[in-house]
């Protein structure tokens, strides 16, 4: 690690040397337009993109929309080192799990703690069911990557997702917007704000979106993949003194798939005789001759599955309280208290076959409280946040398995009802000291306790406790006004747990670490056209929590430590103004990862980690063109690359996903003066057929699933400002 960290030092040190050569050759003359000032809150303050030490991609509102970006999953397009798995198997399919630089989360079930946090309003969001959030009404996403721990309330070992809201503000106004497109899609959204005099505003976003499925099924011609969404968001925001700012919101959000859109090529099954135990081999128990390759996948744009027995619906409430007092104009209090609930039910086809062989179920719940009391300063060269965090959750359910005999009766089941909880305590710190005008440094440090409970119907419970002590140092050096380098090193954590299978055993697993050392280098230069910004890091990854799906049983996942490993790479976003109205973007990353050692015999130091694509390339381009009369016409193209990857974490059960590149395009008419717009898109362009998640169920359900990928869809937007 040390030899890792010196490495990325003597680099980042040359490459700023000659960049501070041609930042001071660049100040000439030019005709691109500057480039706008990215204002990021990575570090709870508002800051310049460019002088923010920290690995953080921030897009906007209008660059979200331009580039494609619907919901969550739209960012692992454009935001290097970020991948996604969609979830299907037994875990409901409106989800999605996602990795950052190597570090995230198989498809495991509610109740675990994801790798990548997703915070709504610096609140955290406490699993995969219904995270894909629509970027509905918000003003920015920010993604994180790298442990973070010493900013927030719950600490993520891979890295955040910040989903910032819009605010009620002082101005009367509005927005509705209407879209039709590919596959019976057609959405209505609508925001109002309304100010209630000087010291208070009331803001209310309203959704609903609706799109037919698009993988036809063979066997009644229906189709696979049908969504809907619903979402109710009012915020209150109030300012009984200039000093004082009270944000109360609540948000309700519904989200239903039906049909699964999953490509299974292999149906690996040979009848054999019917035997008594329950979820061994299931080739052994069903002596269907039927259950064979005759019902495998011929495209991914066909199935044989039973859509009927196929559903997934999400529904949340949000509730936050946050309460902001200026102290003085060196400090700032604030308080954030939150309370989510989550439900979750889903049934999946698992076989995926129209035959009445397996069915996944589940209904769970999830709830959790949240207080946290931060103070934010300045004090001359001295800025500093600190916070104590409190954190609880349940989480309460019956996940399983049904299988039926030839007759189509329930031949045997395997379903638990079941309680999860964890909580933690923290206290964290980061403080930062300007020692020159130019070299700043920073310290953090978070010290916590994290406790997870489980019980089973069978009447087996347990419970298990972990402390946490979490360092971060960082060095940051601005060369010029023009020119930022940083490195630094931090420690991640993520907690034990509990596996609870169908069977109604209870299985530990305990937390696992990761050291990350990171350099990175914030140029802007040619007269603020040229925006160049790399990053290197090293990450050593201890005591990994390593999912597999075992070889006899039903197929649910199990999570265990597996052994150590490290992962290395190199990010760089880049941003050029060539010529007035049109701008160039670039984000590209590269990964590296194997494991180093292992205690398990379900993989070697030879296995490849998951979710580990070698390169991601995103490239941009949007140009405005202003028109005679005062209107404009906006132009985006955007294109992706994802190198292959696998798709789990065992040998037994991974397969490789292949590469793939996706194409979107927009247009977009913006009238001078009445404050309405028309856009006209089109996503996955070029057709691509590819798969953001895949399985071997060989093992045990007989099949090889993969998770489809949307297929070519156009639309129209109109929207209309008030």
Request: aromatic share 8%.
């Amino acid at each position: 690690m040390r030899r890792a960290i010196s490495t990325i030092a003597i680099g980042l040190t040359c490459v700023s040397g000659q960049a501070l050569a041609q930042a001071d050759q660049s100040r000439g003359a030019s005709t691109g337009d500057s480039i706008d000032e990215i204002i990021v809150t990575a570090q709870r303050r508002e800051q310049n993109l460019q002088t923010t030490p920290v690995a953080v991609t921030a897009l906007s509102a209008e660059q979200l929309a331009g580039r494609g970006v619907g919901d969550l999953s739209g960012l692992v397009n454009v935001v290097p080192s970020l991948s996604m798995s969609a979830q299907t198997a037994s875990q409901g399919g409106n989800a999605a799990s996602f990795a950052i630089r190597g570090l995230g989360q198989q498809r495991d079930g509610n109740g675990t703690q994801p790798a990548v946090a997703i915070y709504i309003d610096d609140f955290y969001y406490p699993t995969i069911a219904g995270n894909l959030l629509a970027a509905l009404d918000v003003s920015g996403i920010e993604v994180l990557r790298g442990p973070q721990g010493t900013l927030f309330g719950r600490n993520a070992v891979g890295g955040a997702i910040r989903y910032q809201t819009r605010k009620p503000d002082d101005q009367f106004g509005g927005t509705v917007a209407g879209t039709i497109g590919s596959y019976g899609r057609a959405d209505l959204t609508g925001v109002i704000n309304v100010p209630l005099g000087e010291k208070l505003a009331v803001r209310v976003t309203g959704a609903r979106l609706e799109r037919d499925g698009w993988q036809r099924r063979i066997i009644d011609n229906d189709r696979n993949g049908a969504m809907s969404d619903r979402l109710l968001r009012g915020q209150v925001r109030f300012r009984p003194v200039d000093d004082v700012t009270v944000d109360l919101s609540h948000e309700y959000t519904k989200s239903r798939l039906d049909g699964y859109t999953v490509y299974i090529p292999t149906i690996g099954v040979t009848p054999g005789p019917l035997v008594p135990t329950a979820f061994g081999r299931l080739y052994n128990f069903y002596a269907d001759p039927d259950y064979t390759q005759a019902y495998a996948s011929v495209s991914p744009k066909l199935a044989y599955g039973a859509s009927p027995l196929s559903s997934d619906e999400s529904r949340a409430h949000n509730t936050h309280l946050v309460v902001a007092a200026d102290i003085s104009d060196g400090l700032q209090l604030k308080l954030l208290s939150g309370r989510t609930i989550i439900r979750n039910i889903y049934a999946n086809d698992a076989d995926g076959t129209p035959l009445p062989v397996l069915l996944a179920i589940g209904d769970n719940r999830i709830a959790n409280w949240s207080h946290e009391l931060q103070a934010i300063g300045k004090s001359g060269a001295l800025n500093y946040t600190i916070g104590v965090y409190h954190y609880i959750e349940k989480f309460s359910g019956h996940a399983g398995f049904v299988s039926y005999n030839l007759a189509g009766a329930i031949g045997s089941t395997a379903v638990n009802l079941n309680q999860r909880g964890s909580q933690s305590d923290s206290v964290y710190a980061n403080i930062s000291y300007d020692l020159s005008g130019r070299l700043t440094v920073t310290g953090g440090l978070r010290i916590g306790r994290e406790e997870a409970s489980a019980a089973v119907n069978n009447g087996v419970e347990s419970n298990k406790h972990w402390s946490q002590f979490l360092p971060m140092l960082r060095a940051q050096m601005q060369w010029t006004p023009d020119v930022m380098s940083y490195i630094g090193i931090s420690k991640g954590f993520r907690a034990g747990g509990y596996n609870i299978l169908p069977t109604g055993a209870l299985i530990p697993f305990g937390p696992e670490t990761v050291w990350t050392g990171e350099a990175g280098m914030r140029l802007q230069t040619l007269n603020n056209q040229l925006r160049f910004n790399p990053t290197i890091f090293y990450t050593d990854y201890d005591n990994i929590q390593l999912q597999r799906i075992p070889a006899v049983g039903p197929p649910a996942p199990i999570l265990e430590n597996a052994g150590k490993a490290h992962i290395y790479g190199a990010e760089l976003e880049t941003q050029l103004n060539p010529l007035s109205g049109l701008s160039l973007t670039a984000a590209v990353s590269y990964l590296k990862a194997a494991y180093d050692k292992v205690n398990t015999t379900f993989i070697t130091t030879a296995t490849p980690l998951p979710r580990v694509p070698k390169w991601k390339v995103s490239l941009g381009t949007a140009y405005k063109l202003k028109l005679a009369n005062g209107s404009s016409v906006d132009f985006n193209a955007d294109y992706s690359y994802t190198a292959a990857q696998w798709g789990s974490d065992v040998d037994s059960n991974r397969l490789l996903l292949p590469s793939y590149s996706l194409v979107n395009g927009r247009i977009t008419y913006h009238h001078k003066d009445s404050g309405w717009s028309i856009a006209g898109f089109v996503t996955n362009l070029t057709k691509e057929v590819y798969f953001n998640g895949a399985l071997n169920f060989i093992p045990n359900a007989g099949n090889l699933t993969y998770n489809v990928g949307r297929p070519r869809e156009f639309g129209v937007e109109m929207k209309v400002q008030f």
